[in-house]
């Protein structure tokens, strides 16, 4: 598998205004609301994304719920990892499994173009295998 890029990171939430307060107040992150509660910074430099993402949300998208499974460890953040291509997500979750990871969203196309899976890591973190296109660089420009 290749990884190309950490596309984003970030804390993942149970109390959006104290997280809030922490990251925007207090370290000075500005961060936008694109969706109720999901608040982001895609400028920050040294990471594509950074966002603070709901728990309820984290869940929705994992396992189509807003409640976390209580057999499955809550995670304390997300991390995204980049792969280049829609194939290679499938490849790479295909690979983890057979390894014996817990795969817990298999790749699945979103409504705006990116395609994810879910993995909880050992240390408790939700990981994404994503292809996330207009992350990816623009090949150069032919002379």
């Not at 939430?13 to 608040?39: C, H, N, Q, S, V």
């Not at 280049?84 to 409504?111: C, D, I, M, Y």
């Not at 990116?114 to 890591?121: G, N």
């Amino acid at each position: 598998m290749e990884v190309a890029f950490v596309a984003g990171f970030g804390p993942i939430t149970r109390d959006g205004a104290a997280a809030r307060a922490f990251w925007e107040g207090g370290l000075g992150i500005p961060l936008e609301e694109p969706a109720p509660g999901y608040l982001t910074n895609d400028s920050l430099d040294g990471v594509k994304a950074f966002a603070l993402w709901p728990l309820a949300q984290a869940a929705e998208s994992t396992f189509g719920s807003s409640a976390w499974p209580a057999d499955v460890p809550v995670p304390q953040a997300w991390l995204e990892l980049d792969v280049p291509s829609v194939e290679a997500v499938a490849a790479g979750v295909a690979e983890l499994a057979a390894a014996g990871h817990r795969v817990l969203r298999g790749a699945t196309e979103e409504p705006w173009g990116q395609t994810t899976s879910r993995l909880l890591s050992p240390e408790g973190l939700l990981v994404g295998l994503t292809d996330t296109p207009w992350m990816h660089a623009a090949p150069p420009a032919r002379d």
